[in-house]
């Protein structure tokens, strides 16, 4: 989507693009998002806060070793895969990926929100499950519960 761009020093901005260092402004945000959604990572966030613009890169914390960490079942391991690259989980999709029954894949989806893997979104017949961009619980960078 296009959006405004002014460089905020013309002078170190023009001959940048001139020498071929940059291209011309407001190109790179939408090349971020593009490239994140293509390596099946969250969307960067962008805020002005105060005079600052701050633009948030998220990584992907739900690494193999995490996974295998928190103790998920090979079947939650092959519906987190998914709803990674989908960005959201239904029941009737997880049935359709891991071959789960309903009430299977009712409590298995459980337990993926009660680890904080997935988010419960909606009720009834429209819930759905959202994989949250950062990691919900405080920790140490290389453990299960650490930030993003």
Known sequence: MPHPSIPRNPLISEPLFLAHYVERAGTGTLDMIALCRAAGLPEPEFRQDGGQFVQTLWRDWLTPDVLIALGLSERQRKAMLVARQERRMTNSRYQEVTG??????????EDLVSKGLLRVIGAGRGTYYEVPRKRPINGSNGSPGGNA
């Open 100 to 109: 789960a029954s309903r009430p299977t894949a009712k409590r298995d989806l």
